[in-house]
């Protein structure tokens, strides 16, 4: 069975609540559910920080076993080399998701600098971002 961790950073532990028009009324614990009921042939882990180095720890630990890491960095996307070096230093596929489009937000949501170390990017498709990596690091 391939397995695949989601690591979620600073506040999206609100999803559902944050901000409902940009980010939807599902909480995150909720789409899972549903996420692992489509793809029952994976084995689909969830981790949630709002500290930056736990995520990286999580990036450590996840990232000599697992098949992929779906990971949505937050707002630490658009500061931290700190993760971008974690994502380096692994062995497993990393997939960038954002639930919001960022290019058509704030200036300061463009940049990424993690985006150079991962496999490939997914932003705007709300939380169908998520499946729509998983498709990408199953195929
Ligand atoms: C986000 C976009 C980031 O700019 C923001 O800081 C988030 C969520 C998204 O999923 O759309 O926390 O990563």
């Known amino acids: 069975m391939k397995k695949f961790q989601i690591i979620n950073g600073p506040n999206l532990n609100l999803l559902g609540k944050r901000e409902p028009t940009v980010y939807g009324n599902t909480s995150f614990e909720d789409y899972l559910e549903v996420l692992r009921n489509q793809y029952p042939s994976c ?5 949630q920080s709002n500290v930056e180095g736990e995520l990286i720890d999580k990036i450590h630990e996840a990232g000599f076993s ?3 890491i779906i990971l949505n960095a937050g707002a630490y996307t658009h500061t931290s080399v700190a ?12 997939v960038e998701v ?8 704030e200036e300061f949501r463009h940049h990424s600098m993690i985006s150079a170390a991962c496999k490939g990017v997914i932003a705007g498709f709300g939380l169908k971002s998520y ?7 199953i195929n």
């Open 131 to 137: 499946e729509l990596a998983l498709l990408a690091l």
């Open 66 to 68: 697992y098949d992929g």
């Open 83 to 94: 993760l971008h070096d974690a994502i380096k230093a692994i062995a497993s596929p990393v």
């Open 98 to 105: 954002h639930i919001s489009n960022v290019h058509t937000r």
């Open 43 to 47: 084995k689909i882990d969830y981790y």
